[in-house]
């Protein structure tokens, strides 16, 4: 299946039927939004992965009792730092530097330009930023998932403080951006999934400037 024929096929599932995607999928999945390009190279954020049935009742009652998030086989959840520091900053050089077998001195000059630029910058801002990466990563997983024919419900739609602080999210220095359920559809159950993909006409979403 090439790529636009998956996203053809691919809806944001409102009802899934339980049925469990196999680990090597979600591996899958995950890798590719591990993948992901980020600013930097920094990667400023996580995949948290739920199956605790118990735990996707609690973020089912902070997502608008939203059933994808009960029904699903795996919920992921993108959770970007809350802030970048230079702690952080450095740990992501030494771990290239090492992987690559380059002296601290190859990347140095770069990384305490991204050290000054970051730290000067507020809190919020930087926030934003990582969140964006982690759109990134998360769009490839999205993407990713309906190359193997794994359904799967973007979602913003939740109570992002409440569930930070189920998670403990505040503690690791994250803070939650969206939702990720993956599963299967329930062809008999989902309103949407018989309808037809509707997008804007391509000549009004592209602008040509020859």
């Known amino acids: 299946m090439s790529l636009i024929e998956a996203l053809n096929w691919r809806y944001a599932t409102k009802k899934m039927n339980g049925e469990k995607v196999s680990q090597d999928k979600v591996d899958q999945i995950i890798a590719a939004a591990h993948l992901a390009p980020t600013s930097s190279g920094l990667q400023p954020f996580k995949v948290i992965v739920v199956t605790n049935p118990e735990l996707k009742e609690k973020i089912k009652a902070l997502a608008f009792g939203q059933g994808q998030i009960t029904d699903c086989s795996h919920l992921l959840i993108f959770a970007a730092w809350e ?24 990347t140095a000059d770069y990384m305490n330009m991204l050290i000054t630029n970051y730290t000067g910058r507020s809190a919020e801002e930087n926030f934003v930023h990582a969140a964006k990466q982690a759109y990134i990563g998360f769009g490839i997983a999205l993407t990713e998932a309906a190359l193997l024919k794994v359904d799967a419900t973007p979602m913003e739609g939740f109570d992002p403080a409440g569930l930070d602080e189920l998670l403990g999210l505040k503690e690791q220095g994250l803070r939650s951006v969206t939702l990720l359920p993956l599963g299967y559809r329930d062809e008999a159950g989902d309103w949407l999934v018989n309808l037809k993909k509707v997008r804007r006409p391509l000549e009004d979403f592209v602008i040509e400037m020859n």
């Open 83 to 106: 802030n970048y520091t230079e702690e952080k900053i450095r740990a992501v050089f030494a771990n290239l530097n090492s992987e690559r077998g380059l002296p601290e001195s190859a």
